[in-house]
């Protein structure tokens, strides 16, 4: 059973940095592609806005465009963890951030694709 866990999510002033990690035990990690989503306040889980996500062997990476420039996301196999690196934060940016798994490449920009979901880590961003 593929299990994804997040962390790094913190409260921080406006043009700060985050770096979130997510983890993700069982399965075989190469063969996952991982995205993650963002659920703003007042959203409903449904309503997840996609943020990023990175293919298998890491050869191609998509990008929400509002969110190109300031965000991208790495992947390391040996630790079997995806980073989401977020820079110059925005108040709007604030949102509980989610990874999800799935073994294709195909569809990363779409929620209903992906097999698998953590919890989530939550990002507060102060104007």
């Known amino acids: 059973q593929v299990q994804l866990v997040e962390s790094g999510g913190d409260y921080v002033q406006a043009g700060a940095s985050l770096r979130l990690a997510c983890t993700v035990s069982?399965?075989?990690?190469?063969?996952?592609?991982v995205g993650w989503f963002r659920q703003a306040p007042g959203k409903e889980r449904n309503e997840r806005e996609f943020?990023?996500?990175?293919?298998?062997?890491?050869?191609?990476?998509y990008y929400e465009d509002s969110m190109e420039g300031r965000f991208s996301i790495s992947r390391d196999n040996r630790k079997r963890t995806v980073y989401l690196y977020m820079s110059r934060l925005r108040a709007e940016d604030t949102a509980i951030y989610t990874c999800?798994?799935?073994?294709?490449?195909?569809?990363?920009?779409?929620?209903?694709?992906?097999?698998?979901w953590g919890q989530g880590t939550q990002v507060a961003v102060a104007p």
């Open positions: 943020v990023i996500a990175i293919t298998k062997a890491a050869d191609y990476t």
């Open positions: 069982g399965g075989t990690f190469s063969n996952l592609a």
């Open positions: 999800a798994a799935v073994g294709s490449d195909y569809g990363l920009k779409t929620p209903g694709t992906y097999d698998f």
